[in-house]
Every structure is written in structure tokens, then in C-alpha cells.
């Protein structure tokens, strides 16, 4: 795997079977670096026309209200008026602060270009990754 992208918020690596990895660091996030990191993480979608990734979210901290604001918002209502159909498959946070935000964005992305599925272990996220076009 080859590094793309990497600041405090986490790692984005480009994955030789076609997808972004995404792996959040643990901690709290300022605003403007989320961004940045949900940014790249865009940009290495589209550089490769690339529609799958997986969410390594298991160390992150719960996403703010300001997070789930723009990720709704802008992030996913950007590829959506885009036509650009994203698969994500996400590993759940080890933190139960964390899997209730991240409840809360999956609820907000339904109508969006994002079709994911939530897992405990990265094998069956990958598995299912691999079965998708």
C-alpha cells in the first residue's frame, strides 16, 4: 500500500486492489485538518476513478456536530450531485461515544451517494469490498 495522505486526523492509503484506505487516528480533530483529510481522501477517489473505500475507524474519537454537519452537507452531497456513487465499508469505533456519532452520519447519508456497511473486523470489510464491481 502506498501512503497518500496523512495529518492528524489520519492516514489515506491507496490500496492495490482499488480502493482508499482510511484510517483515523485517535484524538480529538480540529475542524479545518477533518477537512483537509476528507478532502485528500476525495481526491485520491476521483484521481483514480475509484468508488470503494474502507473507513479503519476503530481508534477515532466521536465525529463533532460541526463534522456530521459538513460531511452531510458538502462531502457526500458533493459526490452525490456529482453522480459519483461511493462504496464504503467501515470499521466500527472501538469507542461507544464514537459508534453513536457515527450512527448518526450514516443516518444523514441515506439519501446520498454512499452505500455502506458496518463491520467489527477490517477481513470482513475487505471481503466485502472485494465482491463489489
Given amino acids: ?8 486526523v489520519g492516514r489515506v ?8 484506505l482510511v484510517q483515523y487516528a485517535a484524538g480529538p480533530r ?3 485538518t477533518f477537512q483537509a483529510f476528507l478532502t485528500h481522501t ?6 483514480h476513478n475509484w468508488h470503494k473505500m474502507l473507513a479503519d475507524q476503530r481508534a477515532m474519537a466521536p465525529f463533532t456536530d460541526q ?6 452537507d458538502y462531502w457526500l452531497a458533493q459526490s452525490q450531485s456529482e453522480g459519483y ?10 469507542d461507544e461515544f464514537a459508534r453513536l456519532s457515527l450512527s448518526l452520519v450514516m443516518n444523514d447519508s441515506q439519501q446520498s451517494a454512499l452505500t455502506y456497511r458496518m463491520f467489527e473486523a477490517e477481513t ?10
Fill in 85 to 94: 456513487d461511493l462504496y464504503g465499508a467501515v470499521v466500527i469505533p472501538n
Fill in 30 to 32: 480540529d475542524f479545518t
Fill in 124 to 133: 470482513e470489510a475487505t471481503a466485502w469490498l472485494q465482491q463489489l464491481p
Fill in 13 to 20: 492509503l491507496e490500496h492495490p486492489d482499488g480502493y482508499a
Fill in 42 to 47: 476525495s481526491h485520491l477517489l476521483r484521481r
Fill in 67 to 72: 463534522e456530521r454537519t459538513w460531511i452531510k
Fill in 1 to 8: 500500500m502506498r501512503l497518500y495522505f496523512e495529518n492528524p
